[in-house]
């Protein structure tokens, strides 16, 4: 256990990095002042002949984008798979990405498999976070990979170099410039078995040992692979998997943390049925209509946050700046404070939607959606919403806690949610008339 921890948290690294870059890749973009919008009910399909001549959003159970992009494209999905062309860059997420087409641009991949068949071409960089990337033979990559990810397995050209943060690494195609990996390796004392993180519904992988194979005939420039030894005592084997630490300390942790969350999904949620009910009402009735879109909403505010934080700490400190040259000094201490203030406000109201709000939209949608199915309440009530709330956010923790599955659902949630939140405020801004009636509810008694 201590093992997959300290291997993940060096890989952690190197996703910091990948969200930075791809922060960068969107800031070097051209603005999206307008684009194609494809949403699957459930898959969503740019069929082979088809072009779009200006960038693509497009999100759905199974994406296919079989034609021609001429601009960026953003993709969502359970599985992805990207088989034509893109002039563009490729900003795609799913549990499966798989390029067997041509990018002209860069690529900027999350999710649990990703793959780049022998057909695959990619112009620029490829930066990734996931559990596994492997690239074909016949593929090619025409500048550098940047990434954090459990493996990392290389049969294809990289053009120039190889940075990432890795458990376990193979590369035995050509690499034109640096190898500069950070492997995280269990030491000569552990005993230790090759994990193998799958759950139904999930791609299979092949899995290989932590550690590196490199062909360094096959490298050009440097390989610099600097291995950090960690010792566990897990003692694991196919037949007798011995863990030497109280189950029941696991057990316990797991169970704090999900009845903690759960209580705290349901004060905010309460709070929000009661002060913010039409705004939050919107939220769900926006996911139940553009899932996969909201995603991709999700996915662009996410990467454009931490650039949000920076435009604002520049211009909070410009104004301070300002405001204390006007009045010659005796403003200066009141206007830090409030500038100081007024940034810690956004960043935590920011992480609150982030973290508690967006489990509550989808958690009540669920909720009511389960009830509708079993009840016939009117909701005129203000714990008729309470109770729909409770039965999603009570039937998200139980799923939470199951490993990895878990975790890729909150991830999905929190995008879906964010997203959505997104649109409400967007449309909220723009003053945009209510889709539907909202209902009326009391105050709770």
């Excluded at 053009?159 to 269990?186: C, F, K, S, W, Y």
């Excluded at 008339?433 to 209902?439: D, G, K, N, S």
Aim: negative net charge.
């Amino acid at each position: 256990m201590k093992t997959q921890t300290k291997i993940w948290a060096n890989a952690s690294r190197l996703l910091a990095v990948f969200a930075v870059t791809l922060l960068f890749a969107l800031t070097i973009t051209p603005t999206v002042h307008a684009g194609e919008y494809i949403e699957g009910s459930p898959d969503a399909v740019l069929e082979e002949g088809d072009v779009v001549e200006d960038d693509l959003f497009i999100g759905g159970e199974d994406v296919l984008v079989a034609g021609v992009v001429e601009g960026d494209l953003f993709a969502g999905g359970n599985n992805v798979v990207i088989s034509g062309e893109v002039y563009g860059n490729v900003f795609a997420a799913g549990q499966s990405v798989t390029i067997s087409g041509s990018v002209d641009g860069a690529v900027m991949i999350a999710g649990y498999a990703l793959t780049m068949e022998d057909t695959a071409y990619i112009g620029r960089n490829v930066y990734f976070g996931a559990f596994s990337l492997e690239t074909m033979p016949e593929s090619e990559i025409g500048r550098s990979v940047y990434g954090g990810a459990y493996q990392l397995i290389l049969n294809g050209l990289v053009e120039r170099d190889v940075t990432a943060g890795l458990a376990a690494l193979e590369i035995n195609g050509p690499v034109g410039g640096d190898v500069l990996v950070e492997i995280g390796e269990p030491d000569s004392q552990s005993n230790y078995y090759m994990p193998y993180y799958w759950t139904p519904g999930m791609p299979s992988v092949r899995t290989i040992d932590p550690g590196y194979t490199v062909d360094e005939d096959l490298v050009d420039g440097t390989v610099d692979i600097r291995v950090t030894q960690v010792h566990t005592n897990v003692d694991m084997n196919p037949s007798d998997i011995r863990i030497n630490l109280d189950p029941s300390f696991l057990v316990f942790e797991q169970l704090r943390r999900r009845t903690g969350e759960f209580i705290a999904l349901l004060v905010v949620g309460a709070i929000g049925l009661w002060l913010m009910k039409d705004a939050l009402l919107k939220a769900v009735d926006e996911v139940k209509a553009h899932a996969g879109m909201d995603t991709l909403w999700g996915m662009l505010v996410y990467a454009l946050y931490p650039m949000a934080v920076l435009v604002l700490f520049v211009l909070l400190g410009m104004v301070s700046v300002f405001l204390s040259l006007l009045t010659l000094g005796n403003l200066t201490g009141e206007v830090i404070g409030v500038s100081s203030l007024t940034f810690i406000g956004f960043t935590t109201v920011f992480w609150m939607a982030a973290t508690l709000v967006t489990k509550v939209i989808v958690g009540y949608m669920v909720g009511r959606w389960l009830l509708d199915k079993m009840s016939h309440l009117s909701y005129e009530s203000f714990w008729h919403h309470f109770a729909a709330l409770a039965l999603g956010v009570f039937l998200y923790e139980v799923l939470r806690a199951i490993p990895i599955f878990g975790f890729v659902m909150m991830l999905v949630v929190v995008l879906i949610g964010g997203g959505a939140i997104f649109v409400v405020v967007r449309d909220r801004l723009r003053k945009a008339p209510p889709a539907t009636p909202v209902e009326e509810i009391s105050a709770p008694a």
